[in-house]
């Protein structure tokens, strides 16, 4: 869907919560002293996110120019801070630096965004002559201090010191996916893209300082004499710490390069990935001729990253292989498929295991077995990829990384390969076991479930309880705000669904931290790096969800978001991601004069949004002002959601808009959210103000486009076309484009979508649900088959509605004794509208209550 980084970043603050440490960054030992003593004399101080920013007083801020990056680990940031500091506080410059070693240890993490990788301190010189003077003065004061090349930069010698044009303030445009990027401004005063790909890049309007010359060549020659006799073909995957290819040698062998930067990509424990890739080449030295483990072909040094060369096994990754033959998520399964499944899933199970034992033969312990390790190839082979963990037998223990679920607890030796063995056979048959990170003891319930469902013969799964059964010492571990009984209400027979609701609720409210400024209510990564404040991930939607499920208005907790909308430094006029869902949030509960003022303040950016989504796009917008020019009586809103409707319908006629087609190996976009099935509702609705059959015909065309960017499975289901997958999702899926069909098709009839109806609803009757959220989970299906189905208050639900109400316990965590539920990748708890309980709050309201309108502008 809409993209989002790992989440290990985000686990270490808060055992419950994604979180950044922000919040309780005062009450942490390792906070610089910086970040809290009172600012110097004719200084100011102010926290921005995770950066304590030192500006003099009355500096006049330019808006862009050459900024200087300090690089550094956790073991010198405080060092490196305290240089800074000192001079910049001398000469009067003003900068910022990261407040804690906790917050440098999350931004230099193996999955931690690979742009801002190493940054500590950022500088902002007024002028080339101060930058040139502050990068010679400093340099010998941090020479010798380590830290990752930042690869957006150039580096100034061989230090950690590192210079790039960029923004000093923020300011926003769109980028070429429509999306709301960081700006910079051409001479001729047009915003463009402040770009932060990781490679250097100079805008064609300004002039390289001649003093920088000489690390411009050294930056463009790097690795140009080294011994590389290998041509990268195409990236599979990214990290922090490296990347890793597919590429041809030249003498046409095919390969697999790892590729690692020294300092960069740290694990829990400190190392980099310099010194994981050298793990790897000992261990598959140690490990050669085992079969179903590559072959080492070499190690190369080019520029500062080092390549392992490896041989290039066959087959694609277990989870692609699971995606396409689990079962469960068929609309159309038999217990003959269910047992023809198992067979084959514990047969591969059995192949795995042969090979992991081989290594064991070896003295070593492979340490990362997980379904992104294992390649299955087409007639069912396997393979292990991923030795970075790898290592002799008695040095064996958790080493810093590792897939959740997967990772025994105070396990060593051999112990760790059998638990992940015994996890991998449990996630082949019930794929949940990442839960376990939030409550260990979840996973003998999972066993049952996949013993039962599979009908597999009384004991076959024994060995796994055995193993997996957690150890007192992990149930200690436990935060007590996840031990308490909440979910019990769901495991009843028949779930009183009042007590349900009223728990989920209070679970939200004693979640908020109204004491916090970034955040009110605990949800998805995305709101630290959008706004704690959007209807999708922030307080907007969170107040809005229990409003509308009746579970009431909490008006403190409103004027929280008001304050926050007034110093807000957000600039998105998107509908779920910005300034128009807060303003619709903010009218609705009374606060008219803040929510025209959000709009007013948008209005000027307008033209220049290319995005036409319901999420982030005109489209959202467009409804919004058709919304708003309902409720104030005002035609300049309509007026305005016409000119857009321009823009909009063009992109529709044209069949291109940003973000939507992604490309054949990516999938597409297509959906309520962020397809095209949000212009087609908003052309809907802008026929029922208009009543003009043009903007009807708009609707159904885009509803066509999205039907074009559809595959019909097996199963006879009709999904979005994702790639290696098929989706049904609410946000980006087939369950989106059927809400709209729906409505659609009440106006006017089409035989492609009447025709299309039948397969796209099947697809949202699936029995297994990775997550339960709204946007991309099982509360999206529930919701969306209520809306569908025309149920009203004291019609019994369906049996596929029924079976989503059911299985919801699948998914149902304790929040201080209250029933909640896991966000995203289901490592934390989540309360908002997109990922948590606000929306799975939305949709029990639809599927119990008839309230088709579980979201703005869908049937009222």
Known sequence: ??????????????????????????????????????????????????????????????????????????????????????????????FKFLRSRNVVTTHSLKYAPRSASGKIVTIYPSNENELHDTLTELAPALEGEPGPYILTDLRWGNGPLHVRYGGFVMRYCTDDDGATVPAIERPDGVLVPDRRRPVFELPDWVRLPDFLAPQLTARQS????????????????????????????????????????????????????????ERERRALQQLADIPGVPRLYGHHLVWEHHFLAVERMPGDTLQS??????????????????????????????????????????????????????????????????????????????LGLGHPGFTGRGKTGLALDRHALAALRLWLLFPLTVLSELDPERVLGHIEVAERRFALP????????????????????????LRATGPALLDAQAPDWDKVRASMAQAIVLSATPERSDRLFPGDIRQFFLDGLNLAYGAAGVLWALHHTGAGRYVELEQWLVRAVERRSVHRPG??????????????????????????????????????SLFAGASGVGLNLLHFAARTNQGSYRDQALELAEGIAEAIRAGTAPGILRGTDRGARAGLLRGWSGPALFFL????????????????????????????GPDQTLQVDGGYRLLPYLEVGSAGIALVADEVLAHRNDDRLAHAMTALRRAAVPEFVLEPNL???????????????????????????????VSLHWHAMSYRGHVAFPGEQLRRLSMDLATGNAGILLALAAALDGRRAFLPFLRP
């Not at 514990?346 to 997980?370: C, K, N, S, W, Y």
């Open 458 to 481: 009384a004991g076959t799964l024994d060995a796994l309880r055995c193993e997996l059964q957690p150890a007192p010492e992990a149930l200690t571990k436990v935060p007590d705000a």
């Open 1 to 94: 869907m809409n993209s989002r980084p790992p989440a290990e970043a985000y686990c270490l603050a808060d055992a419950v919560f994604y979180d950044t440490g922000n919040g309780a960054a005062t009450q942490d030992d390792t906070v610089f002293p910086q970040a809290h003593a009172p600012a110097p004399q004719g200084w100011e101080r102010h926290d921005r996110d995770v950066w304590t920013v030192y500006t003099p007083q009355g500096h006049v801020m330019p808006q862009q120019g050459w900024k200087i990056h300090i690089s550094g680990l956790p073991d010198n940031a405080g060092r490196l801070v305290d240089v800074a500091f000192a001079y910049c506080l001398g000469k009067g410059i003003p």
């Open 321 to 398: 292989w699971f995606a396409r033959n689990y079962p469960l998520t068929r609309a159309d399964a038999t217990e003959e498929d269910l047992a023809r499944y198992a067979r084959r899933a514990l047969a591969l199970a059995d192949r795995i295991e042969r090979i992991v034992t081989a290594i064991h033969q070896r003295g070593m312990v492979f340490g990362d077995l997980h379904p992104g390790n294992v390649l299955v190839d087409d007639h069912d082979e396997v393979s292990l990829v991923d030795f970075e963990l790898a290592v002799p037998i008695e040095q064996a223990q958790r």
């Open 575 to 612: 509908f779920y991601d910005g300034l128009h869902g807060i303003a619709h949030v903010l009218e609705e509960f009374g606060y008219r004069d803040s929510a025209t003022r959000l709009l007013a303040d948008c209005r000027p950016g307008l033209s220049a949004v290319r995005d036409v």
């Open 222 to 277: 790097a690795g140009a004499d080294a011994d590389f006799p290998y041509r990268i073909e195409q990236a599979l995957h990214f990290s922090n710490g490296g990347g890793v290819y597919t590429a041809r040698h030249t003498d046409g062998r095919h390969v697999v390069l790892k590729e690692a930067r020294p300092h960069a990509g740290l694990d829990g424990r400190g190392t980099d990935a310099l010194a994981r890739l």
């Open 685 to 712: 609705r802008l026929y029922q103000h208009t009543a003009e059959r043009s903007h009807l015909d708009l609707a159904l065309a885009a509803l066509h486009r999205d039907l074009d960017l559809c595959r019909t």
């Open 775 to 805: 946007f991309n989970g099982r509360a999206g299906l529930l919701a969306t088959l209520t809306a569908l189905d025309r149920h009203r208050p004291g019609k019994a639900p369906d049996a596929a509605v029924e079976g989503h109400l």
